[in-house]
């Protein structure tokens, strides 16, 4: 049963890693891996009902990750529709090289702590649409946008989803991985910068308009109120988990709630036609769900694994083999280029034990910067990677040549600052 069970989520893995080759979303495949991972269990398993209440036990856990995505991506998909990172694009007046890459990249590391890294990207990289014309310097814009997004979304709770992950798992606390966790992720982002900086030269050429021509029915006062709400509700979030002990996904459900009735309150004279743009029915249906079934399908998978013992058994050899907690999590990080970082981290809490490494333990949060980091190796080892993919068309062999080494030489750099800063305090 259990090479039976390696076999269908190796099998798996593989078909995602290649997802852009074999032509086939990566969410069906994670699906269909997890859903035969716990028929090959319950068929081999002679207590059928054990097996039952297990699924339902990692579902019930499962589902408020899945639930926090569903309402922080409609919130962000609200702020969108109401044109309200317009606040921030129309600010962008710099036209040197290496003066805007740095700005950009400081944006993207501080806007991805607030949004998450993967909505961080998709509103950069249509950003560098209107304000760079050549397509080569857009692509190295593009490149380091993934860095810093990656780099920003592990130092914040709500900025990635593995760091999510270990924040509704208990396995660290908002305040804290932000406290240790901000410094090396900046450090991450600014060795490839200082790289980029002696190589980077002259200015870019803009479009010929940077403004959008399509017709706006949105006063200004509208746009800001639903764009200070939603980062505001987004925010709050571990704010609300801090003082009420309620779980991640309760406040960011109230926070949708509320930015629900503030939209249906602005737009309420409108008719049906005019405002269903501007509605959470509409945010709804752009979101992207593939994404949200596809973490369903590796969580599912990796829940499988846990339950037969196969990632206690991995553990176990790690630690006999390796012995080194720095090395084991680099290795971690390192192998989320290649492999998502999602079933990584789910992987590691099935792993280890909260009784071995208790909340806000130096392991957790160093797996938190690894995982959140070292995606960036790859251009497929990230959400925000993938998604760049997508967008610009980026191939993967000319971000192997000109990012990959720049986004390890941070990588390495941050893990260091962060050894180096817990040995001092």
């Avoid at 406040?251 to 309150?265: A, K, N, Q």
């Avoid at 991995?314 to 971690?332: G, Q, R």
């Avoid at 995982?371 to 925000?384: D, N, Q, R, V």
Wanted: charged share 15%; with cysteine; net charge negative.
């Amino acid at each position: 049963m259990t090479l039976i069970i390696i076999s269908i989520f190796i099998i798996g893995y593989v078909a995602i890693a290649t997802e852009h080759f074999i032509k086939i979303n990566k969410a069906a495949i994670a699906l269909v891996t997890g859903v035969l991972c716990w028929t090959a269990y319950i068929i081999f398993t002679e207590d059928k009902l054990f097996v039952t209440e297990e699924l339902v036990t990692h579902l019930g856990d499962l589902s408020g990750i899945l639930f926090f995505l569903l309402g922080a991506m409609t919130i962000v998909e609200l702020i969108d529709s109401h044109d309200g990172f317009e606040i921030i694009t129309t600010r962008l007046t710099q036209t040197s090289k290496i003066r805007l890459l740095w700005i950009i990249a400081f944006i993207t590391f501080f806007l991805s702590a607030i949004l998450d890294n993967l909505t961080t990207t998709i509103v950069i990289l249509s950003l560098l649409r209107k304000l760079i014309k050549d397509d080569q310097d857009r692509l190295f814009f593009a490149g380091i946008v993934v860095v810093a997004a990656n780099a920003g979304g592990a130092w914040s709770p709500i900025g990635d989803v593995t760091t999510t992950m270990l924040w509704i798992g208990g396995q660290v606390t908002a305040g804290n991985i932000v406290l240790k966790l901000f410094l090396p992720s900046l450090i991450c982002l600014m060795v490839p910068l200082v790289f980029l900086s002696f190589k980077f030269k002259g200015n870019i050429e803009r479009p010929l308009s940077i403004a959008d021509p399509e017709y706006k029915s949105l006063s200004n006062k509208q746009q800001l109120v639903v764009f200070f709400s939603g980062v505001l509700i987004l925010i709050l979030v571990p704010v609300f988990k801090t003082i009420t002990h309620l779980p991640p996904y309760m406040g960011i459900l109230l926070g949708l709630g509320i930015l629900w009735i503030i939209t249906e309150i602005i737009h309420g004279e409108k008719d049906e036609q005019d405002k269903y743009k501007y509605s959470v029915v509409y945010a709804l249906r752009k979101i992207d769900t593939p994404s949200i079934l596809f973490f369903l399908g590796i969580l599912v998978s990796v829940a499988a694994l846990q339950s037969v013992g196969i990632l206690s058994e991995l553990a176990e050899w790690l630690t006999l083999k390796v012995n080194n907690i720095d090395v084991v999590v680099i290795l971690i990080g390192l192998t989320s280029s290649v492999i998502d970082n999602v079933p990584l981290v789910a992987a590691a809490q099935g792993m280890y034990d909260l009784s071995q490494y208790p909340t806000d333990h130096y392991f957790w949060e160093f797996l938190a910067y690894c995982t959140g980091t070292g995606g960036s190796a790859l251009i497929i080892g990230s959400a925000a990677g993938v998604a760049a993919m997508g967008i610009e068309k980026i191939n993967f062999f000319w971000y192997l040549k000109k990012i990959s080494l720049l986004a390890l030489l941070g990588y390495f750099a941050g893990a260091f600052t962060y050894i180096i800063q817990h040995q001092i305090f």
